[in-house]
């Protein structure tokens, strides 16, 4: 039969691991945590442009015959200007607003949304450059388009 070993070096090790623990998750969570969800500085006059840009989703927009379905179908936006973008519902019936490939602006995040019911609207603050093609989700024909753009306050 064997006799137990007491060592202190077993405790000693236990509590430098449990320190080391908790020291690397402290750290993950007072640093690195928020500043990897930190949103990026941005200009003021692109947070808060002057204009909004308006597009139409004009009544008959789930006609596959009708042309016209999202007013204008192509637009450019200038950041600082008009970089906040309102799609609103004027058909009977709800639609979407769905990127051709995702895209995910660095302060307002996803680009997509959810069905706009009639008489609803979609808005999205645009903080930077890119052009994007979208469309309905429930009615692929509906196709639109944005650019935007540098502002002559941003360039």
Avoid: R
């Avoid at 640093?31 to 002057?50: Q, R, S, T």
Wanted: with cysteine; hydrophobic share 35%; net charge negative.
């Amino acid at each position: 039969m064997s006799v137990p070993t007491s060592s202190h070096a077993y405790g000693i090790a236990l509590i430098a691991v449990i320190v080391g623990a908790a020291v690397g998750i402290s750290y993950y969570q007072e640093y690195y945590i928020p500043e990897f969800n930190a949103k990026p500085i941005i200009p003021e006059k692109i947070l808060k442009p002057g204009e909004t840009m308006q597009i139409s989703i004009v009544t008959g927009s789930s006609n596959q015959d009708q042309q016209q379905n999202f007013v204008p179908k192509k637009q450019d936006a200038q950041l600082g200007v008009n970089n906040l973008v309102a799609w609103t519902n004027q058909d009977s019936v709800a639609h979407y607003v769905t990127p051709d490939t995702p895209f995910k602006d660095a302060y307002s995040g996803n680009f997509g949304s959810d069905a706009i019911m009639p008489g609803k609207q979609y808005t999205f603050l645009f903080t930077q450059q890119t052009a994007l093609q979208y469309y309905c989700e429930v009615h692929p024909w509906m196709k639109g388009e944005i650019d935007i753009v540098p502002g002559a306050l941003t360039s």
